[in-house]
């Protein structure tokens, strides 16, 4: 388990990993925490030539507080998502998801940007931006340019970042006093990859849901909302909620794959308790609101 | 029994045995200063990489190896023909496993593969990395066969045989058969059976197999770094096959990170370390690294079994009927065949009861897997689990308390010295005890109470039970008698140094679990010095006695009993001298606290370093007849039993959340007898490691196959090992039934954890699904299949 020789490149700036990335390509791979692509690289399951280390690039750090969205930096380690208060206020899906997120010793060196970027199916990060509907902001020779979270991810460990383009930047729509928010996933140690997970936000307004977005996790190539089981939420009143009715939207919408250990079958039933379980939230949420 | 009512030599002023003390060689360890295999770097030395076998099952066609010849960097590449001249094949058979049968195995594929991971060629080269790459260069030619993988089809006639050369696939069967069983379940008011599947897994020592091999052409000798338990076996073995004068072989084995029984076999990676450094004449270093633990380093369990039981109306158990089939790999491993676990599970199935009528039939097949081997709790863990799910099923359908049919069917406690239906001999158990000081420590009524009123609320909580036998304090009959060179018998030498402390060098070995420290106990204690002043050494076959290592429970009762018996020889040494420096009488003096003193009064005569000092550089001033004699070694053989038992009683509480299959483990309880207990905090948490290490394959740890043999999470992120998050809090608690084999009375106590735990948590969920009329019997208990077995996916 040792890796292929490789260049290793310590940016100083933003402007240096673009050069560099420019000039070599899909020779070059980003190395931002390193909590996935070293563990690829000792397994020789991956073999860059060049490493370019971007965590000391200052323009992908930081978690700034704008008009009407959060911008998280992309170099932003999973520690200071957790802890920033700025996250826990503006984005509370977020800071609910992070403790999930593998373990301490992982989220002190892992990156915001860098799991959305490795876009594993079973992430936490993909179905909250996902479900937040956040912009994504990239970087690349031919300029700069935005994306929605919806574009952003086409596959297991598949992004539409090009060979020569970086994630600087996140932002997230800040949360609304009448949005309810809801994460949970079921998992079988705590900070494993989930069997199925749930990242939710939604409106609630005098007891009526709108705006619902199911964001599912560990159930299929890529995090993925619910259409189905969202348009049989939305506009209902809370209280007259027919769970049999959403579950089964829900089993229209995705079809789990089985993993190693767990069937589809099996995913679909916790998914469907996971929503169960969101809606209940909301129902309560709501009545606070 | 009544000599240990009298005033043990333990009962000591100054005694430490029985008391909680700080570990030596903690703060080495936990400041990151330990010495593994790994930290050992030597000069001109070289590192092996291996290709490994892709396929389960097939011929090798050809091996192109000049590629990898080619890399810059690369010392040699090696097949099986390029070592053949130095080495020779081993085979895992023993003489007293009647009609055990296994094939050749060689250190690198000798034609064939047999499961996917097998060594075909080695590289070495003076990089880990450099090897690694050469590795990938090495381009071998195969022509699949038939994998067989499945066990319970092993032995149908269309399945391929692995090794022609033995005509089937039929490794071992033992068959036992004692009373009436047939009679026995004719005549029962209520007759339960099930069947079940225990899950292939692995150890995972953190420290993997390490091993540096650094042969000296100008002398001859080989000198052998190992993370091993068995340092003398292993000396012998390497020996033996690279031809080699077993004096020049010497093995040193210093920290050690875990072992559970892993780390006490030949494995082929090893040897072919050893035939290249003799070839090369350079010290070769293989460390192998996760991916090469799991698809090497042994598995173990693997079983199917379906098993009845017969009891009668009063919820006495009466009968035990039980057939198992377990896959072992291609080989049975060498030198202890994987024979033994299945012989364990036949052997010690409801070993704490007194039924007269006991049938077992048990097959162990070959497959194209990984090898499986014993450790740690070979066979118990399965015993334990079919034994006690048929008590529960038993007291389910009597409408009877699991305790009560326990307590009745338990060994009456006058029937001790007491022959089971399986031919075991216990000596003394207290499953009555440990089962009463159970239920009252974990409050079982209340905790019934609770768990009736949480269902009304659709919380789902299970108590599950399990009592059990261990066997430890092995004598010659496990291996010895059998033609292996594996030593049941262990040494330690005590010597009194100058300065007034002790060096005790001992046989048996340290793998973390705290061996050097009980040794140092026992030793100051019979010596009569402070525990600061004792010194341990282990691990060296130049330095210490000849002895057996770390296997079947035995380092505390068999090390520390020669430890005790070499500590009273010393100080009847220390006396002898110090009477005559002193001009007193041998039987007026006492070592007490690292002084000679008088044994009525306690008063200081002269500390051990006056006394050592006059030894060692003062003779000159001593009696003409008297000649100091500050060394003792003390062997030590139990033979009085094939084994020692001990005995526990475990219970588990558990949530089942029912609509995600999740199990959330509550509680746990350990009442344990392991006779003497030297050092309470170090037997309670070798319980307590035990028991996480039984609750992980219950729950989590499965090496997955495919049908093609192809291991599929050889990983830590897809094989999941328990961990401190989902364990609960385990408290232990004791019973004393000191061994009457022995002065110290010490039983062993490293492996009853894993024993009981699987047996605990199968019984605690079966109970929280009650409610349903779910049984589960096939383990791991993931999500996934508690969901199905509720009908929810």
């Known amino acids: ?289 | 029994m009544n000599e240990h009512l009298k005033p043990s030599v333990l009962d000591r002023p100054n005694s430490y045995v029985g008391k909680t003390v700080p570990r030596p060689n903690a703060r080495r360890l936990v400041q990151g200063c330990g010495t593994y295999v790994d930290d050992i770097c030597l000069p001109r030395m070289v590192h092996l990489a291996f290709h490994r076998s892709a396929f389960a099952h097939a011929k090798v066609v050809s091996i192109d190896t000049d590629e990898a010849r080619a890399v810059p960097g690369v010392v040699g590449v090696f097949t099986m023909n390029d070592i053949r001249d130095v080495i020779t094949p081993w085979t895992g058979v023993l003489d007293h496993l009647k009609g055990i049968k296994s094939a050749e195995q060689w250190p690198l594929a000798n034609g064939k593969v047999f499961w996917q991971g097998e060594p075909v060629a080695a590289v070495a080269a003076v990089s880990r990395a450099v090897a690694e790459d050469a590795a990938e260069q090495i381009f071998v030619e195969y022509e699949e066969l038939t994998p067989v993988t499945d066990m319970e089809t092993a032995l149908a006639p269309d399945t391929p045989v692995i090794h022609p050369e033995l005509g089937d696939n039929l490794c071992f069967h033992r068959v036992i058969d004692s009373g009436d069983v047939d009679a026995a379940f004719a005549d029962a008011a209520a007759v339960v059976e099930d069947t079940f599947h225990f899950n292939r897994h692995t150890g995972v020592p953190m420290e993997p197999r390490s091993i540096i091999c650094d042969y000296s052409r100008a002398e001859g000798e080989l000198t052998l770094y190992m993370s091993v338990q068995c340092p003398h076996m292993s000396k012998n073995l390497f020996a033996k096959h690279l031809g080699l004068d077993e004096n020049k072989v010497r093995v040193i084995c210093r920290d050690v990170g875990g072992s559970f029984g892993i780390k006490i076999h030949t494995y082929s990676d090893e040897m072919a370390a050893g035939a290249i450094a003799v070839i090369l004449g350079r010290p070769v270093k293989f460390i192998a690294d996760r991916l090469e633990s799991f698809v090497t380093d042994v598995h173990a369990r693997d079983h199917v079994v379906k098993a009845r039981a017969a009891f009668n109306s009063g919820g006495e158990l009466l009968a035990i009927d039980m057939d198992d089939v377990t896959g072992i790999g291609p080989y049975s491993v060498y030198p202890r065949t994987s024979g033994i676990e299945l012989n364990q599970v036949v052997n010690l199935t409801g070993g704490p009861y007194k039924h007269a009528s006991y049938r077992a039939d048990g097959k162990v097949v070959f497959q194209n897997k990984n090898v499986m081997c014993q450790y740690r709790g070979v066979g118990h863990p399965i015993a334990v689990a079919v034994g006690e799910h048929l008590m529960d099923l038993g007291a389910r359908k009597l409408g009877l308390d699991p305790v009560d049919v326990r307590h009745n069917s338990f060994i009456p406690d006058d029937a001790y010295p007491y022959t089971s239906p399986s031919g075991a001999i216990y000596e003394r158990q207290s499953h009555r005890q440990c089962l009463d000081k159970l239920v009252g420590i974990m409050d079982y009524a209340g905790l019934r109470d609770a768990q009736a009123q949480m269902r009304d609320r659709n919380i789902y909580r299970g108590i599950g039970f399990a009592s059990l036998i261990e066997v430890t304090n092995p004598s010659p009959a496990f291996y010895g008698v059998g033609g292996a060179r594996i030593a049941s018998q262990d040494g330690c030498t005590i010597r009194l140094d100058p300065t007034g402390g002790i060096t005790a060098t001992t046989g048996v070995t340290e793998q973390g679990q705290g061996t050097e420290t009980i040794i140092a106990q026992i030793a100051a204690t019979a010596v009569g010095v402070p525990l600061d002043q004792v010194r341990v050494l282990t691990g060296d076959t130049e330095i210490v006695p000849y002895g057996g290592g770390t296997w079947a429970s035995r380092g505390a009762g068999i090390g520390g009993e020669a430890a005790l018996q070499a500590g009273k020889a010393l100080k009847e040494n220390i006396i002898a001298l110090a009477a005559a420096i002193l001009q007193a009488k041998p039987d007026r003096l006492d070592v007490r606290d690292g002084s000679i003193v008088d044994i009525a009064t306690g008063q200081e005569r002269m500390p051990l370093s006056e006394l050592g000092g006059i030894a060692y550089f003062r003779g000159d001033t001593l009696p003409k007849d008297v000649q100091p004699e500050l060394v003792a070694t003390r062997h030590y053989t139990q033979r009085q039993f094939p084994f020692v038992f001990t005995n526990a009683a475990h219970a588990c509480h558990v949530e089942v959340d029912v609509e995600t299959g999740i199990v959330n483990l509550l509680n746990y309880w350990v009442v344990e007898d392991c006779g003497r207990v030297i050092n309470p905090k170090l037997v309670a948490e070798q319980t307590r490691g035990g028991v996480v290490q039984g609750l992980g394959p219950a729950l989590y740890e499965e090496c997955l196959y495919s049908s093609e043999g192809q291991l599929l999470n050889g990983s830590l992120a897809d094989y999941l090992v328990p961990m401190a998050a989902e364990m609960p809090d385990i408290v232990v608690d004791h019973i004393e039934t000191p061994t009457g084999t022995s002065e110290l009375g010490a039983k062993g106590v490293g492996e009853a954890g894993t024993a009981g735990a699987p047996a605990a948590v199968m019984n605690a969920i079966n109970d929280a699904l009650d409610p349903f009329g779910v049984t589960l019997t096939h383990m791991p208990f993931t999500p996934d299949k508690i969901l199905k077995g509720l009908g929810r996916a």
């Not at chain 1, 397994?43 to 507080?65: C, H, K, N, Q, Y």
């Not at chain 1, 919806?150 to 997230?172: H, K, P, Q, W």
């Open chain 1, 1 to 289: 388990m040792k890796p292929t020789a490789f260049e290793y490149v310590r940016a100083g700036s933003l402007d240096e990993v673009l050069t560099v990335l420019e000039e070599r390509g899909d020779e070059a791979k980003v190395l931002a925490g390193g909590q996935s692509l070293i563990p690829t690289m000792n397994m020789r399951f991956a073999a860059p030539e060049v490493l370019i280390d971007i965590s000391g690039v200052t323009e992908l750090r930081g978690i700034e507080v704008r008009d009407d969205v959060l911008r998280i930096g992309a170099m932003c380690r999973h520690v200071e998502v957790l802890n920033a208060p700025e996250v826990a206020e503006h984005a509370p899906l977020i800071a609910m998801a992070m403790p999930n997120i593998a373990h301490a010793a992982i989220r002190n060196r892992g990156t915001f940007g860098g799991s959305l970027c490795h876009a594993d199916p079973a992430a936490e990060l993909p179905a909250c931006v996902l479900a937040l509907d956040a912009r994504l902001n990239i970087d690349g020779k031919s300029g700069p340019r935005s994306i929605s979270a919806r574009d952003f991810f086409l596959g297991t460990y598949m992004t539409c970042l090009a060979d020569d383009e970086v994630l600087i930047s996140v932002d997230v729509p800040k949360v609304m006093s009448e949005n309810v928010t809801f994460f949970d996933e079921v998992a079988r140690r705590r900070g494993d990859y989930a069997m199925a997970g749930l990242a939710s936000q939604a409106t609630v307004r005098s007891g009526f849901i709108t705006d619902v977005r199911l964001a599912f996790f560990a159930v299929g190539e890529v995090a993925v909302r619910a259409p189905h089981a969202e348009q049989a939420l939305q506009g209902i009143l809370l209280q007259d909620m027919d769970a049999d009715a959403i579950c089964s939207a829900i089993a229209d919408d995705i079809s789990p794959f089985d993993d190693l250990t767990t069937s589809g079958a099996a995913k679909l039933t916790m998914m469907q308790v996971l929503t169960r379980r969101a809606v209940e939230s909301f129902a309560k949420q709501g009545a606070h609101a």
